[in-house]
């Protein structure tokens, strides 16, 4: 069964730092891997989508790296910013062109200190 | 485009009550499925649906019904309401998953539900 794992768990830093945030699973017969930020009360929006194919894919400050064969995931974000607080979620799917799901890691919740 | 929409947002329901919780798409994606959120659990699979009239078991299917008539609703049903089926319920939608590059999935607002 699939596992997927996050750490850290909690994360506070000041405003305009660098961060990396770290995803592993179990399973590296993946399909693809996608982080999601999800704000309290609200539901999940897709950050980075990376195929298994890929190594990398960038959004702005946003940059997502797959290393499929260890198992594992960054996001790494650039020059931090209060509005970028949230709990950010790993999800993998296992599925090869299925379509039963993702599995997702419990989050890392990021503060960013003004 | 509405994008993936859920009513209601918030759901009191006594033990054994059953209730519908409706999902709803405008972007034409084919797939669509049911999570349900618990603190310390994560994001766990429901039920899921590749098209109208195909549906098929997530991770945690017992005590939830779906059925998809069309492709813009997939409704979850809560046949026998108990307390452990207090969550947070999303919805999701996505193309289907061999459009490569167009697998990012759409998450709805969610709602919450509690059983007393």
């Given at each position: 069964k699939q596992e997927v794992t996050q750490i850290p768990a909690a994360l506070s830093v000041p405003e305009g730092e660098n961060l990396v945030l770290n995803c592993s699973f179990t399973?590296?017969?993946?399909?693809n891997l996608q982080w999601f930020r999800q704000d309290p009360g609200k539901g999940l929006t897709s950050l980075l989508l990376i195929q298994s194919s890929q190594r990398e894919q960038t959004s702005g400050r946003l940059n997502a790296s797959l290393d499929k064969s260890s198992g594992r995931s960054t996001l790494y974000i650039a020059?931090?910013?209060?509005?970028?607080?949230a709990t950010y979620l790993c999800a993998v799917s296992t599925s090869g062109g299925g379509a039963d799901g993702l599995t997702f890691g419990k989050g890392t919740h990021l503060i960013i200190q003004p | 485009n509405a994008g993936v929409t859920q009513t209601p947002k918030f759901q009191v329901l006594k033990t054994g009550q059953s209730m519908t919780l409706q999902c709803a798409q405008?972007?034409?994606?084919e797939y669509m499925s049911w999570y349900r959120q618990d603190p310390g659990m994560g994001l766990r699979l429901i039920h899921y649906s590749v098209g109208a009239g195909i549906t098929d078991q997530g991770e945690v299917p017992n005590g939830y019904n779906v059925s998809r008539s069309t492709t813009e609703d997939f409704p979850l049903r809560l046949l026998s309401a108990a307390p452990s089926q207090t969550s947070v319920y999303f919805c999701a939608s996505s193309y289907a998953w061999r459009l490569a590059g167009q697998e990012t999935q759409y998450f709805g607002p969610g709602t919450r539900l509690l059983v007393l």
């Open positions: 399973d590296s017969a993946i399909y020059a931090s910013q209060p509005g970028d607080s | 405008d972007m034409n994606h």
